[in-house]
């Protein structure tokens, strides 16, 4: 399966606009637990803010992402990375563990990502994240749609990610050969920094792109969709929360 399309990157709007991703990380970093000398595969390390955190506890860290963009950035940090398509891995099963945080729900062919990380670890290496799960940020999407639809726009259904239950996310694991999955769903409400407007100039920008919707267009979009959610998300105190729920997890490969 191709890399799909609706995922296109900015990082100086990624700095901007989602800096919260990699900042929500940290609890993931710490249940990964690197240590110093383990060889770690960062499936869609983009920027590679929380790559370096890896590299930091003494990890021997190689990152991966789709963004040629994102891995000139993360380049630029010192890091070992490649642009490499998450869902279509070829790599040696040399690696202690996998970390992903906030990738794997860009990644439509779920299997395939599943495959190449069982693939790439050694006998007993853990593969341990974060996505997107089941209802993540639903009134968002809902409100895209509905903008994207009066103003005669094609709308999609919602499968430019993959937002697994529970349940779905262990089978397709549990598929691949994984055992001792761990996967939970947490609602997050999130700090939306520059707005629901923002947000979609980060996260939809690659989806309307691939739509044909011109650049001044997706900015009063943006602006439209951040007043439909205004009574849902915008706070007392002025600040936007933004209905996330993510799918933490765990597993390993049989020894």
């Known amino acids: 399966m191709a890399v799909n399309s609706a995922s296109r990157w900015s990082p ?17 970093v710490e249940l ?16 590679g803010v929380l790559t370096e955190k890896l ?12 963004s040629p963009e994102m891995i000139e950035a993360a380049k630029a940090r010192g ?19 996998a970390f992903s945080n906030a990738a794997l729900h860009w990644m439509l062919d779920k299997h395939g990502v ?20 089941e209802g993540n940020v639903a009134t968002i999407w809902a409100a895209v749609r509905e903008e994207l639809a009066e103003r005669g726009h094609p709308v999609r259904p919602q499968d ?37 407007a923002g947000w979609v100039r ?20 943006g602006e439209a969709v951040e007043r439909r959610t205004e009574a849902a998300l915008r706070q007392p105190d002025g600040g936007w929360l933004a209905d996330y729920v993510r799918l933490r997890f765990s597993m390993r490969k049989p020894a």
């Open 55 to 66: 590299v930091a506890a003494g990890a021997r860290v190689f990152g991966v992402d789709a």
């Open 160 to 196: 430019t990610h993959w937002y697994p239950s529970v349940e779905d996310f262990t089978a397709t694991y549990a598929a691949a050969g994984f055992t001792d999955i761990e996967a939970r769903l947490i609602p997050r409400p999130t700090p939306l920094p520059t707005g629901v």
């Open 202 to 221: 980060t996260f939809r920008s690659g989806l309307m792109d691939a739509d044909g919707i011109p650049e001044e267009e997706q900015a009063v979009i």
């Open 12 to 28: 100086g709007d990624y700095a901007k606009n989602a800096a919260f991703v990699p900042a929500m990380g940290a609890p993931v």
């Open 32 to 47: 990964l637990a690197p240590q110093p000398g383990e060889r770690i595969l960062d499936v869609g390390c983009g920027d």
């Open 79 to 97: 890091l070992d990375v490649a642009v490499a398509d998450g869902q279509a891995l070829d790599l040696p099963a040399e690696y202690d563990a």
């Open 114 to 133: 599943a495959r190449g990380v069982f693939a790439a670890l050694k006998p007993g290496g853990r593969f341990v994240g974060e996505m997107g799960g």
